[in-house]
């Protein structure tokens, strides 16, 4: 299972690159073998600027999921 969160109030942890913090993501599987191909498919999003921004303004779950979905 994969949650996403943006938050109103982004976060600082002090991270010169990756501050201020807006998505969270919470990944939970029962699987360890999928956790790979999974982290891979979270790092291709997060590489592609425009479906981070697409999930920045999404405005409910069905957009999000579909912003998610467009990883080319």
């Known amino acids: 299972y994969i949650s996403i969160i943006t938050l109103d109030k982004p976060v600082k942890f002090g991270h010169e690159y990756n501050d201020p913090v807006d998505i969270v993501i919470m990944l939970v599987s029962g699987d360890k073998s999928r956790y790979v ?3 891979e ?6 590489n ?3 479906i981070v ?4 303004n999404a405005s409910s779950p069905v957009e999000l999921i579909a912003a998610c979905s467009r990883i080319p």
Request: hydrophobic letters at 45%; glycine letters at 6%; proline letters at 0%.
């Open 41 to 46: 498919d979270i790092i291709d999003i997060f």
């Open 53 to 56: 921004q697409t999930i920045r």
């Open 37 to 39: 191909g999974i982290i």
């Open 48 to 50: 592609n600027e425009k």
